[in-house]
C-alpha cells in the first residue's frame, strides 16, 4: 500500500526540532521526500534555547533512516532571499515541489506593558512575515508543478485573545488571516492554504516557556483560558503531525481555506 | 498494515444513500462494522424524492462486499424511542460502539417570505432535533466503551447565512453549536465531537434542490455567496467522507470541536 503523500516533495521551516521535525518524519513515513530548513541559532529575545546544527542533522538522520531524501539547510525564515535559495536548490535536487509546512516560529511570555519593541519585531517578523516570506517563495513552485498544498501553523493564539502573549497573538492571528487571503488568491492555480491551530504541544518550545504557569496564577480570572476541554495538558507533536498529513495529501484535495484545530478542545470554551 | 478504524464499529444516520452511504463505505474500507438507520420514507415537505428501502439494502450489499459486518433498520431520527431501539440492537449484535456519524438531513430551497411553518418545523425536527437525539442514544454506549468519536454533519450553511436556506441555516448553526457544547461536556467520558461542514455535494439531496439555480440568477448579489475558491461546483461524497475517517480514527484523538469545513473554499469569501 503506497504511502499518502508517496512522491511528493515537501518543505519544512523550522524542521530541526519540536513540531517541524515532527512533520518531517510524519511525511517521510508516508513517502514524501523532505526540503528542511531551520534558522539554527538563539534569539537575544527569546527566553528558551532554540534549535542547534546538531537537531538539524539530528532530523537528517531521522528522515534517511526511513529511506527518504532530505536537503538541510540553516536558513533565517526572516531572510527572503536566503530562504529562496534554499527552497530553490532544495527543488533542484529533488525535482519538484508539492507541500509547504510553514512551521517555524518563537513565543515569548511577558504581560502587555513588559513588551519591548525588540519583542514585538522579532515576534512579528518571525511568526507572521516570515510565514508570508515562505509562502511567497514557495508558492512558484507550486504552480510549476500544478497546485500543492500549503499548511501554514498558527496557533489556539490564532483564534482567541491570550493574555501574556500579545506579540504571539498578533502574529498568529495575522497567519490565520493571510492564509485565508492566500487560500482565495491561489485557488486558481489548484493550491490549496490551511492552517492549523495547536494548543500547548510537548517540545522545547512549549515546555520553555518559563513564567507562563506564574502569571496564570496570578490571575485566576484569566487563567480558565488555558483549559483544555480534553483532560490532557499538552498534545504531542505527532498529534499536530497527523493533521498536517491529511491536510497534505489528496484525501483533503478540496479543503482550503481551514482552520484546523488540533487543541484538545481549547477554543471551544 | 490494519485500517485506520480496524476493530471500530460507527453508527450513521441517513445511510441508505448519498453522504451517509459514503461514510459507511469509506469506514468498512479502513476496517469498520457498521449500524446503518435511515427513514426510507418521504417527508411531504421535501420537494425531492427522499431514500427508500432498497437505497439501504444497496449501502448493506456494498458494506458487505467488503468482508464488514452491517446491522441497517428503518428509523425516524426525530424519533428518539426508534432510534434508541436500532442502535441498541446494532450495539448488541456487534459489541460495542465507538463512532457516531449523524449525517441524516433534508433540505428545502426557498425565500424567507416563502417558508411556512410546516417547513420550518420539519427542517429544524430532522436536522438538529434528529442531531440531538443521535447524540443522546448514543453517548451511553460511548461512555461504556471508554469513550469514542461523535461528528456531526454540519454545512457551510452552519457557518455562514447562505440566502434562500432559512430553516436550513438556523439547523445547522445549531448543530455547529451544539457540536461544541456536547464536545466541552463529554469530555470528561474521553468522547471528542466535532462537526464538518460540505460545501455542495454530489448527492441525490444536492441535485433535488432544482429551485436554487434559479433563485441565484435572480439575486446575483446574495447569488455570489455561493460560489467557491477552488475551481469546482461540488466535491464527491467521498471527501467528506475522507474527513469523517479521519476524526474518527485515532490520528484524530485530541481533535474535538472543530469545525471541519470540506467546501472547496467557499466560506472564506
Not at chain 1, 2 to 12: N, Q, Y
Not at chain 2, 34 to 62: F, H, N, R, S
Given at each position: 500500500?503506497?504511502?499518502?503523500?508517496?512522491?511528493?516533495?515537501?518543505?519544512?521551516?523550522?524542521?530541526?526540532?519540536?513540531?517541524?521535525?515532527?512533520?518531517?518524519?510524519?511525511?517521510?513515513?508516508?513517502?514524501?521526500?523532505?526540503?528542511?530548513?531551520?534558522?539554527?541559532?538563539?534569539?537575544?529575545?527569546?527566553?528558551?534555547?532554540?534549535?542547534?546544527?546538531?537537531?538539524?542533522?539530528e532530523?537528517?538522520?531521522?528522515v534517511?533512516?526511513?529511506?527518504?531524501?532530505i536537503?538541510?539547510?540553516?536558513?533565517d525564515?526572516?531572510?527572503?532571499?536566503?530562504?529562496?535559495?534554499?527552497?530553490?536548490?532544495?527543488?533542484a535536487?529533488?525535482?519538484?515541489?508539492?507541500?509547504?509546512?510553514?512551521?517555524?516560529?518563537i513565543?515569548?511570555?511577558?504581560?502587555?506593558?513588559?513588551?519591548?519593541p525588540?519583542?514585538?519585531?522579532?515576534?512579528?517578523?518571525?511568526?507572521?512575515?516570515?510565514?508570508?516570506?515562505?509562502?511567497?517563495?514557495?508558492?512558484?513552485?507550486l504552480?510549476a508543478?500544478g497546485?500543492?498544498?500549503?499548511?501554514?501553523?498558527?496557533?489556539?493564539a490564532?483564534?482567541?485573545?491570550?493574555?501574556?502573549?500579545?506579540?504571539?497573538?498578533?502574529?498568529?492571528?495575522?497567519?490565520?488571516?493571510?492564509?485565508?487571503?492566500?487560500?482565495?488568491?491561489?485557488?486558481?492555480?489548484?493550491?490549496?492554504?490551511?492552517?492549523?491551530?495547536?494548543?500547548?504541544?510537548?517540545?522545547?518550545?512549549?515546555t520553555?516557556?518559563?513564567?507562563?504557569?506564574?502569571?496564570?496564577?496570578?490571575?485566576?480570572?484569566?487563567?480558565?483560558?488555558?483549559m483544555?476541554?480534553?483532560?490532557?495538558?499538552?498534545?504531542?507533536a505527532?498529534?499536530?503531525?497527523?493533521?498536517?498529513?491529511?491536510?497534505?495529501?489528496?484525501?483533503?484535495?478540496?479543503?482550503?481555506?481551514?482552520?484546523?484545530?488540533v487543541d484538545?478542545?481549547?477554543?471551544?470554551? | 498494515?490494519?485500517?485506520?478504524?480496524?476493530?471500530?464499529?460507527?453508527?450513521?444516520?441517513?445511510?441508505?444513500?448519498?453522504?451517509?452511504?459514503?461514510?459507511?463505505?469509506?469506514?468498512?474500507?479502513?476496517?469498520?462494522?457498521?449500524?446503518?438507520?435511515?427513514?426510507?420514507?418521504?417527508?411531504?415537505?421535501?420537494?425531492?424524492?427522499?431514500?427508500?428501502?432498497?437505497?439501504?439494502a444497496?449501502?448493506?450489499?456494498?458494506?458487505?462486499a467488503?468482508?464488514?459486518?452491517?446491522?441497517?433498520?428503518?428509523?425516524?431520527?426525530?424519533?428518539?424511542?426508534?432510534?434508541?431501539?436500532?442502535?441498541?440492537?446494532?450495539?448488541a449484535?456487534?459489541g460495542?460502539?465507538?463512532?457516531?456519524?449523524?449525517?441524516?438531513?433534508?433540505?428545502?430551497?426557498?425565500?424567507?417570505?416563502?417558508?411556512?411553518?410546516?417547513?420550518?418545523?420539519?427542517?429544524?425536527?430532522t436536522?438538529?432535533?434528529?442531531?440531538?437525539n443521535?447524540?443522546?442514544?448514543?453517548?451511553?454506549?460511548?461512555i461504556?466503551?471508554?469513550?469514542?468519536?461523535?461528528?456531526?454533519?454540519?454545512s457551510?450553511?452552519?457557518?455562514?447565512?447562505?440566502?434562500?436556506?432559512?430553516?436550513?441555516?438556523a439547523?445547522?448553526?445549531?448543530?455547529?453549536?451544539?457540536a461544541?457544547?456536547?464536545?466541552?461536556?463529554?469530555?470528561?467520558?474521553?468522547?471528542?465531537?466535532?462537526?464538518?461542514?460540505?460545501?455542495?455535494?454530489?448527492?441525490?439531496?444536492?441535485h433535488?434542490?432544482?429551485?436554487?439555480?434559479?433563485?441565484?440568477?435572480?439575486?446575483?448579489?446574495l447569488?455570489?455567496?455561493?460560489?467557491?475558491?477552488?475551481?469546482?461546483?461540488?466535491?464527491?461524497a467521498?471527501?467528506?467522507?475522507?474527513?469523517?475517517?479521519?476524526?474518527?480514527?485515532?490520528?484524530?484523538?485530541?481533535?474535538?470541536?472543530?469545525?471541519?469545513?470540506?467546501?472547496?473554499?467557499?466560506?472564506?469569501?
Amino acid at each position: 500500500m503506497t504511502g499518502r503523500v508517496a512522491g511528493k516533495v515537501a518543505f519544512i521551516t523550522g524542521a530541526a526540532r519540536g513540531q517541524g521535525r515532527a512533520h518531517a518524519i510524519r511525511l517521510a513515513e508516508e513517502g514524501a521526500d523532505i526540503i528542511a530548513v531551520d534558522i539554527c541559532r538563539d534569539y537575544d529575545t527569546v527566553g528558551y534555547p532554540m534549535a542547534t546544527a546538531e537537531d538539524l542533522a539530528e532530523t537528517v538522520k531521522a528522515v534517511e533512516a526511513l529511506d527518504r531524501r532530505i536537503i538541510a539547510t540553516q536558513a533565517d525564515v526572516r531572510d527572503a532571499a536566503a530562504l529562496k535559495a534554499a527552497v530553490d536548490d532544495g527543488v533542484a535536487q529533488l525535482g519538484h515541489l508539492d507541500i509547504v509546512s510553514a512551521n517555524a516560529g518563537i513565543c515569548t511570555v511577558q504581560t502587555w506593558d513588559e513588551v519591548t519593541p525588540a519583542v514585538w519585531q522579532d515576534t512579528l517578523d518571525t511568526n507572521l512575515t516570515g510565514v508570508w516570506n515562505t509562502m511567497v517563495v514557495s508558492a512558484p513552485h507550486l504552480i510549476a508543478a500544478g497546485g500543492g498544498s500549503i499548511i501554514c501553523t498558527s496557533s489556539t493564539a490564532g483564534i482567541k485573545g491570550l493574555p501574556y502573549l500579545a506579540p504571539y497573538v498578533a502574529a498568529k492571528f495575522g497567519v490565520t488571516g493571510v492564509a485565508k487571503t492566500m487560500a482565495n488568491e491561489l485557488a486558481k492555480y489548484k493550491i490549496r492554504v490551511n492552517t492549523v491551530h495547536p494548543t500547548g504541544v510537548d517540545t522545547p518550545m512549549g515546555t520553555g516557556l518559563g513564567g507562563l504557569e506564574s502569571l496564570i496564577a496570578r490571575d485566576p480570572n484569566l487563567g480558565p483560558i488555558y483549559m483544555n476541554t480534553l483532560p490532557v495538558e499538552a498534545v504531542d507533536a505527532r498529534d499536530i503531525s497527523n493533521a498536517v498529513l491529511f491536510l497534505a495529501s489528496d484525501e483533503a484535495r478540496y479543503i482550503t481555506g481551514l482552520e484546523f484545530t488540533v487543541d484538545a478542545g481549547n477554543t471551544i470554551r | 498494515m490494519t485500517g485506520r478504524v480496524a476493530g471500530k464499529v460507527a453508527f450513521i444516520t441517513g445511510a441508505a444513500r448519498g453522504q451517509g452511504r459514503s461514510h459507511a463505505i469509506r469506514l468498512a474500507e479502513e476496517g469498520a462494522d457498521i449500524i446503518a438507520v435511515d427513514i426510507c420514507a418521504q417527508i411531504g415537505t421535501v420537494p425531492y424524492p427522499m431514500a427508500t428501502p432498497e437505497d439501504l439494502a444497496e449501502t448493506v450489499k456494498a458494506v458487505e462486499a467488503l468482508d464488514r459486518r452491517i446491522i441497517a433498520s428503518q428509523a425516524d431520527i426525530r424519533d428518539p424511542a426508534g432510534l434508541k431501539a436500532a442502535l441498541d440492537e446494532g450495539v448488541a449484535q456487534l459489541g460495542h460502539l465507538d463512532i457516531v456519524s449523524a449525517n441524516a438531513g433534508i433540505c428545502t430551497v426557498q425565500t424567507w417570505d416563502q417558508v411556512t411553518p410546516e417547513v420550518w418545523q420539519d427542517t429544524l425536527d430532522t436536522n438538529l432535533t434528529g442531531c440531538w437525539n443521535t447524540i443522546v442514544v448514543s453517548a451511553p454506549h460511548l461512555i461504556a466503551a471508554g469513550g469514542g468519536s461523535i461528528i456531526l454533519t454540519s454545512s457551510g450553511a452552519g457557518i455562514k447565512g447562505a440566502p434562500f436556506l432559512a430553516p436550513y441555516v438556523a439547523s445547522k448553526f445549531g448543530v455547529t453549536g451544539i457540536a461544541k457544547t456536547m464536545a466541552n461536556e463529554l469530555a470528561k467520558h474521553k468522547i471528542r465531537v466535532n462537526s464538518v461542514h460540505p460545501g455542495g455535494v454530489h448527492t441525490p439531496m444536492s441535485h433535488g434542490l432544482t429551485a436554487l439555480p434559479g433563485l441565484i440568477a435572480a439575486d446575483p448579489q446574495l447569488g455570489a455567496m455561493f460560489g467557491s475558491a477552488l475551481d469546482v461546483d461540488m466535491v464527491d461524497a467521498r471527501d467528506i467522507s475522507n474527513a469523517v475517517l479521519f476524526l474518527a480514527s485515532d490520528e484524530a484523538r485530541y481533535v474535538t470541536g472543530l469545525e471541519f469545513s470540506v467546501d472547496a473554499g467557499s466560506s472564506i469569501r
